[in-house]
Each structure stands twice: as C-alpha cells, then as structure tokens.
C-alpha cells in the first residue's frame, strides 16, 4: 500500500539521512585522528579510537544485518543457492509463526534461522581475508566484529523477540511502542527492516512511520518463493 507523505515529512527525512552520513564521515574522522603519531595525549587517543570502533561494528551489524534482512531473507537475490535456503525459515517466521493476524505470543515462536547466521559467518570471512591481505589491522578488526556480534546478542537478537511478545516489560516505555509498531508494520509491508536503528530504513527509502500502522494492509514480502519449502525448527533444513 502507497503511504502519501506530506512535504514537511519528506524534508524531516532528509534532513536525518544527511544527518546520518555527515554523523559516519565524522566517525571515520574520529577513527584517523587516533592514529595519529602526533597526538600528545596517547590514552585518550586510544580511548578514542576503540570507542569509535565500537560504534562502527555496531552501525555495521545493523547496517549490514539491513541489507541482508532486505535482499537476502526478503527479495531473494540468492534463491538459486539450494532451492531458496536463505528464505524457508524466515517465511517461517512471518507467515506460521507471526502471520498478520496474530503477531504477538505468550512466549517467543522460534523458526530456527539460518539466513543471518549465513551472513555473521560472511561477513568474518571477509574480514580474515582483508586481515590476512594487510589491508585493515587485526586488533581493529577484532574490535569491530566483536561489538557488532555483542549487539546483535544483547540488543538485536532479545528486543525482536521482545516487540512478538504480549506484556512484555518494556510495554511501559514509549520509544518501546514505537519500535514495537516500527517493527510490526515489517510484518504487513516491504518496510522497517531494521530492528533497532531505523535510520538505516531512512537511508534505504524503506521507512514508513509507525503512525501508518492502522491504514495499512498486508502484501506479499517474499516475491517468487515457493511456500512448500517453508521448514522450521525440527525440519531438515536441506529437503527439496
């Protein structure tokens, strides 16, 4: 369903996503500045760079975990690797598990994903290699993948369980609600594939407002899969 938005609205987002860019462009400053040999201060030079490492390997788990989530787990750009393997579980989720009807539980559904776990093993393959290669250092390297893979465990992974689940504890806080109908509109439209930071949403032009949520309806967000390879935790993940 087309959302209409008003003029104001278009100029509030594009004043985020230039926000968001210039916000990336002075992270990486940060990260040149700390590798300075100049620098008289060498502690809070080092504090600044691992902290600034650890912002980007959290920009880059939601980021790429975006990405991924969008064209991967959603469109499919790799239904020719066995059958659509990337997609079954994650169909899984939507459709039995959370369909449109009924996306809250008493407990959390699991559907035993595999897509993401494709891309956490990835994404460290590519990072040996660079390593390996000499094009980036280890220890950076290290710090990056590792805050990315603490967020994803201690954020990502427990509050997407947290928006599927009735009475949780967080109902009382606001920007919960927010991100829970943030979250529940991914259920009924191609929009909000981010977990926890939307802006990535913004820059990708796949933000809809939680605010839409009572005047949408449900659309088809796995173009082209068969529904017959659905499998779920229990299922051979492998069977054609």
Not at 148 to 171: I, Q, T
Not at 181 to 197: E, G, S
């Amino acid at each position: 369903m087309r959302v209409v938005k008003s003029h104001s609205n278009k100029n509030h987002l594009a004043l985020i996503s230039k926000t968001a860019h210039r916000a990336i462009f002075v992270l990486l400053d940060l990260v040149k500045l700390s590798t300075y040999s100049g620098h008289r201060h060498l502690r809070g030079r080092k504090m600044i760079k691992y902290f600034a490492l650890v912002i980007l390997g959290v920009l880059l788990a939601e980021g790429a975990g975006y990405w991924w989530h969008r064209y991967a787990s959603h469109v499919g750009i790799f239904r020719f690797v066995y059958s659509d393997l990337l997609r079954r579980r994650h169909f899984d989720h939507h459709i039995h598990k959370y369909p449109v009807k009924r996306l809250k539980s008493e407990s959390y559904l699991e559907s035993c994903e595999v897509s993401f776990q494709t891309l956490a093993v990835i994404m460290i393959l590519i990072a040996a290699v660079l390593v390996m290669a000499g094009v980036i250092p280890m220890l950076a390297t290290l710090v990056v993948l590792g805050s990315g893979a603490a967020y994803g465990v201690l954020v990502l992974g427990p509050f997407h369980s947290l928006y599927h689940l009735k009475d949780s504890r967080f109902e009382r806080f606001g920007w919960f609600r927010w991100l829970r109908d943030f979250h529940q509109i991914h259920h009924l439209v191609n929009a909000n594939y981010t977990i926890f930071l939307p802006i990535f949403d913004v820059l990708g032009r796949s933000y809809v407002s939680p605010r839409h949520l009572p005047k949408l309806k449900a659309v088809n967000q796995f173009p082209g899969f068969d529904a017959a390879l659905s499998s779920t935790c229990g299922d051979s993940l492998f069977r054609t």
